[in-house]
T-cell receptor, first 113, second 117 residues
Framework: DGGITQSPKYLFRKEGQNVTLSCEQN?????MYWYRQDPGQGLRLIYY???????QKGDIAEGYSVSREKKESFPLTVTSAQKNPTAFYLC????????????FGQGTRLTVV | AQKITQTQPGMFVQEKEAVTLDCTYD???????LFWYKQPSSGEMIFLIY??????QNATEGRYSLNFQKARKSANLVISASQLGDSAMYFC??????????????FGDGTTLTVKP
């Protein structure tokens, strides 16, 4: 079955550490996205990529980094520069053009301890 | 400026009744899509329904329908015959085709729907 897989589901990080969240899709989508969701709030765009080897900052990119070396993969690194990283992170993908829905992974809940 | 506005942080509905969740949007792009997603407590985002800016008729998907009023820039979600499993957070989103935000989805802050038995 086609879909998006995020791992791990739960992640704990010590302050000052970098941590990488995995996102893999087998939908053959060109575009991939990372969103952050705080409790009871909406989704805010961190980074997005429309094509391999290219990505753009979203609305809240500070303290985060990404790479897009393969079409299927779009990992997100939460760096120590992110002051408040505890949140729910959602990865999504879509076709690049046209008004179609995004497909989401199950999410990763990151907690700083 | 907020591109997607959902003015109802929380809504209650009696089981088997209909409920309308409000969404207004702001764009200068002539080509855009409007989406509704459901997020249960598990956190996954479930796509419900889509309305294109050039669509002449309101979208329907089973118990879900979208009341699209283009001149008023509103795209309200109507859920008919509510079920207990409809209790979740609902997000309105927009994807623009041509402006600098092309391809990205912008989400509202969501509405938490609680269905009462």
């Amino acid at each position: 079955d086609g879909g998006i897989t995020q791992s791990p589901k739960y992640l704990f990080r010590k302050e000052g550490q970098n941590v990488t969240l995995s996102c893999e899709q087998n939908l053959n989508h060109d575009a991939m996205y990372w969103y952050r969701q705080d409790p009871g709030q909406g989704l805010r765009l961190i980074y997005y990529s429309q094509i391999v080897n290219d990505f753009q900052k979203g609305d809240i990119a500070e303290g985060y980094s990404v790479s897009r070396e393969k079409k299927e993969s779009f990992p997100l690194t939460v760096t120590s520069a992110q002051k408040n990283p505890t949140a729910f992170y959602l990865c999504a993908s879509s076709i690049r053009e046209g008004n179609t829905e995004a497909f989401f992974g199950q999410g990763t809940r990151l907690t700083v301890v | 400026a907020q591109k997607i506005t959902q003015t109802q942080p929380g809504m209650f509905v009696q089981e088997k009744e209909a409920v309308t969740l409000d969404c207004t949007y702001d764009t200068s792009d002539p080509s855009y899509g409007l989406f509704w997603y459901k997020q249960p407590s598990s956190g996954e985002m479930i796509f419900l329904i889509y309305q294109g800016s050039y669509d002449q008729q309101n979208a329907t998907e089973g118990r879900y329908s979208l009341n699209f009023q283009k001149a008023r820039k509103s795209a309200n979600l109507v859920i008919s015959a509510s079920q207990l499993g409809d209790s979740a957070m609902y997000f309105c989103a927009m994807r623009e085709a041509w402006n600098t935000n092309a391809g990205k989805s912008t989400f509202g802050d969501g509405t938490t729907l609680t269905v009462k038995p």
